[in-house]
């Protein structure tokens, strides 16, 4: 079902010919995606991720696995409360209103817990 929704986003605003060209993006997002590691917050329909290795808070966007992450998140309750996430991501700019706006994309999550931080799991 995700991947039904995902292609027919892609197709609508990437103007793709055919269905084909947008499953072949999307398995090209996927290999894009490296591991990465972070404490992620989401409150309010604003997700931010502070990246473990750099310490650098990154935007989120709504795209790649994002409804996934979004319900396991809140299963733990706390709305805005830090969660100590892995996951294989990418990042990406895009504009808005001629601004260049950078962030991170969510293409899986391998692990979610918030009983750890990053220092514990470097």
Not at 20 to 41: C, D, F, T, V, Y
Not at 69 to 97: L, N, S
Not at 105 to 112: A, L, Q, S
Request: charged residues 25%; neutral net charge.
């Amino acid at each position: 079902m995700r991947c039904t929704q995902f292609c027919l986003f892609v197709l609508l605003v990437v103007g793709c010919q055919d269905a084909r060209e947008a499953r072949q993006l999307m398995k090209q997002h996927q290999a894009e995606a490296i591991p990465m590691k972070g404490m992620l917050s989401y409150m309010a329909d604003a997700a931010t991720l502070l990246d473990c290795r750099t310490n650098e808070r990154l935007v989120v966007k709504f795209k790649g696995d994002w409804l996934e992450v979004e319900r396991a998140y809140t299963q733990f309750g706390k709305p805005g409360a830090p969660v100590y996430v892995e996951y294989r991501g990418r990042m990406e700019q895009d504009t808005t209103d001629g601004v260049v706006r950078a962030g991170v994309v969510i293409e899986e999550i391998t692990t979610m817990r918030p009983d750890t931080a990053c220092l514990s799991r470097m």
